[in-house]
């Protein structure tokens, strides 16, 4: 039997975090293929709605990586968003979400190194809390709702 591996969204910063991570692809430089990436103009245009909906579906963490504090390329979306992860953090712990899901770094484009060493961390964090059970979503697939309620879903997430 396959031993159970985490699967983990990545909203990385398109001005930093994920020129580290092409680096370090370009540089060959292992990390886990647990990590799925969704590139994002900027840490601070995540919507806490974002990584509750990647937790909701099944990520057993999350990890949103921008620029350093100071060197925003939309000069202060990251201090958004560090107040805003801080508030977000605080509250799934209070609803009972291990904190160990939930990971946030700063990396510039030039850190290949520390991108993939914070990918092997933030791997073997999700992986000690261990799967998912709280908050996944319960509703029937797309595919089993009827035309009026996916309407209606579509319009609750987009």
Known sequence: M??????????LCNWCSYGAADLAGVSRLQYPAN????????????????????????????WVSGCHPGDCHYIEGNYYARRKFA?????????GIEPGRLHFSWISSAEASKFAN????????????????HFIKTQPMWEDMDAPVQAICRAEVG
């Open 2 to 11: 396959k031993a159970w591996e985490p699967k983990i969204i990545a909203f």
């Open 35 to 62: 990590i799925r990436v969704i590139r994002v103009p900027c840490s601070g245009r995540i919507n806490p709605k974002f990584i509750l909906a990647a937790l909701r579906h099944g990520a057993d963490g999350v």
């Open 87 to 95: 508030l977000l953090k605080n509250f799934l712990e209070h609803t």
């Open 118 to 133: 914070t990918a092997k961390e933030v791997v073997e964090a999700v992986r000690a809390v261990g799967p998912a059970r």
